[in-house]
């Protein structure tokens, strides 16, 4: 909105012309989220803990979390998607399908993760909504939103899926394309839920992949950037940086709050939206493999939840002592401190390697 008003503007106010610039967009969306959640973050924790809005603490946890984690406020994703939307709205460009895009699954994944808090919150346990309905909820946002992307996007190679470390490899997923958008959308949405069950465990990382398709983005939509690295040119997709700025700038001033011992959990409110935008950039991009790198401890813990469910099917034991795995390290002794800030240098790493499959080709 304030973008528009200053394009409107500029023919009589030449200085304004550095508002078209992308970074600098960019910069000012991460500040403007980051000063929002600063700002209502300590009245916004305080309602909460008078409402009694607290996070419902898992029985089977470890013990440390039932001593020090119960009366918590919970559903803090809102103050996330609050400095989300707050920067893009003021500084992205609103005509751009893929701002709308990324609005949409933020708002669908937010609005099911908030239901999802909601029962938690109002019968006092760790179950809320069923998987089954979870599921099946999001497929069917994840499906709209990529009918809606393809229909409207004038993006010729959103059905091409492109392999890091090779030029030339591409394989055209025809109407396979779905499907595959549909489980990237899913699966990340899921996985940066399994992550986030410690103090600033999924805040940081999303921050880091966060920071890694703004730039890939930024290449991606400028020609001579991504003639240079042998990348695919999308026309338009370097607005998807404005947005993915939001999301810095709101998960840094929601680590403010979320940084040991936390004063507030994002919930499913939070962590669904989150994991959804990131997918929903990966396919945006046709970096999706190169999101499963960056985003490799999201996958790592997620494929610790199936290893250790499928096990227990098929034998009757566990492979973990607890899943996702940073509990059962939690469980083996590390204190929750060590297990974040070691998981933490892994999501660093990943995402070096991640920016790297840009140039090694």
């Given amino acids: 909105m304030l973008y528009s008003l200053v394009l ?14 992308l970074t600098v967009r960019t910069g000012l969306s991460v500040f403007t989220s980051m000063f929002v959640v600063f700002i209502i973050g300590t009245p916004f924790i305080n309602f909460f803990s008078a409402k009694q809005i607290l996070d419902p603490i898992r029985e089977d946890g470890p013990n440390e979390h039932i001593i020090k984690k119960i009366g918590t406020p919970t559903m803090g994703g809102l103050l996330i998607l609050i400095g989300v939307f707050s ?42 909504i069923s998987f089954k309905f979870k599921i099946v909820a999001q497929i069917l946002i994840a499906v709209i939103g990529i009918l809606f992307l393809s229909f409207f996007s004038e993006n010729t190679d959103l059905q091409n899926l492109y392999f890091p470390f090779f030029k030339n490899l591409v394989i055209n997923l025809g109407w396979f394309f779905i499907p595959f958008a549909v489980f990237i959308i899913v699966g990340s949405s899921n996985s940066v839920n399994l992550t986030d069950g410690l103090d600033g465990l999924a805040t940081v990382p999303v921050i880091l992949v966060a920071g890694c398709f703004a730039f890939i983005s930024y290449v991606t939509g400028n020609i001579v950037f991504s003639e240079y690295l042998q990348i695919p040119y999308i026309s338009g997709v370097g607005e998807v940086s404005v947005f993915l700025g939001a999301i810095i700038g709101s998960c840094l001033g929601f680590l403010w709050f979320n940084a040991p011992p936390a004063k507030i959990f994002m919930g499913d409110t939070g962590s669904l939206s989150l994991g959804g935008a990131l997918g929903a950039v990966g396919i945006i991009t046709k970096h999706e493999i190169v999101l499963a790198i960056t985003g490799g401890l999201f996958v790592f813990e997620a494929i610790s939840v199936i290893v250790q469910v499928v096990s227990f099917k098929l034998t009757g034991k566990r492979i973990f002592k607890m899943a996702p795995i940073h509990h059962h390290y939690e469980k083996k002794g590390w204190p929750e401190s060590t297990v974040v800030i ?18 090694l080709r």
């Fill in 342 to 359: 070691r998981f933490w240098i892994i999501a660093i790493i990943l995402a070096m390697i991640g920016l790297a499959t840009l140039k």
């Fill in 8 to 21: 409107s503007l500029i023919d009589t106010y030449s200085f304004l012309n550095v508002f078209k610039y």
């Fill in 87 to 128: 920067g893009i709205l003021l500084w992205g460009d609103l005509k751009s399908i893929y701002i709308w895009f990324l609005i949409y699954i933020v708002a669908g994944y937010g609005f099911l993760g908030a239901y999802d808090d909601y029962k938690k919150i109002k019968y006092k346990n760790s179950s809320g």
